[in-house]
């Protein structure tokens, strides 16, 4: 069965300070992965996805990067953080089986709080 | 920008009654889902409806779709604590990899 994890499931960083999220997908190969930001009692902001190997779409101009080094790692960065940087970082994979496959699979989550 | 738009935000009823949140969008879909997102938690898929299909329906979740009005809406029926969350639609328009969510209905049901 599919699995999917992020870590660390929370994270209090400086301002100014980077920043490395990473989620690994298991039991799947070539999945769409995603990165969504939730801000508290707030819906999802969609900030990445990805298609492939180092193909990375962005949504939303930021100072927020993505990576995806492996086909089941997919890896959000900072080089700097900003305090509006905080949040909840969700990240999702979506298989290819077809057009038929709609459905998203999410991660637990990872709690950033920058002060 | 948030492609769905949920109503009402908030939603607060006693335990086995019947809750209605509704969702709208923006753009032509294919299809539109809804997902159920515990406090703290990442969130679960819970019923896909597709654009030719008009209402949809699986356990006590009721799911109903109005291209021509571009809106959903999801039922839930003998409401429980446990159903007590956050729900949010989503869509993928233009194409299938990028979904986006709506900003989500949060349900307290009062045991």
């Known amino acids: 069965s599919q699995t999917i994890h992020q870590w660390p499931a929370t994270l209090v960083q400086p301002v100014g300070s980077p920043l490395s999220l990473e989620c690994t997908v298991e039991g799947t190969s070539n999945p769409n992965l995603y990165w969504y930001r939730q801000a508290a009692g707030r819906g999802l902001q969609l900030l990445f996805y990805s298609i492939g190997i180092d193909q990375i779409s962005s949504e939303v101009p930021q100072n927020l990067s993505a990576s995806r080094p492996q086909d089941r790692q997919f890896i959000l960065s900072s080089k700097k953080l900003l305090l509006s940087d905080s949040g909840f970082y969700l990240c999702?994979?979506?298989?290819?089986?077809?057009?038929?496959?709609?459905?998203?699979?999410f991660g637990p989550g990872t709690r950033l709080t920058v002060t | 920008s948030q492609q769905g738009e949920e109503d009402p935000q908030a939603l607060s009823i006693q335990e086995g009654e019947n809750a209605t949140m509704n969702c709208s969008y923006k753009?032509?879909?294919?299809?539109l889902q809804w997902y159920r997102q515990n406090s703290g938690r990442g969130l679960v898929h819970l019923i896909l409806i597709r654009s030719n299909e008009r209402e949809k329906h699986s356990g006590r979740l009721r799911v109903t779709l109005d291209t021509s009005k571009k809106s959903s809406s999801l039922l839930i029926t003998a409401s429980r604590a446990a159903d007590t969350a956050s729900y949010f639609c989503?869509?993928?328009?233009?194409?299938?990899?990028?979904?986006?969510f709506g900003t989500g209905t949060k349900l307290q049901v009062i045991p």
């Open positions: 989503a869509t993928a328009p233009g194409g299938y990899q990028k979904v986006t």
């Open positions: 753009t032509s879909i294919n299809n």
């Open positions: 999702a994979w979506r298989g290819k089986q077809g057009l038929q496959t709609y459905e998203q699979y």
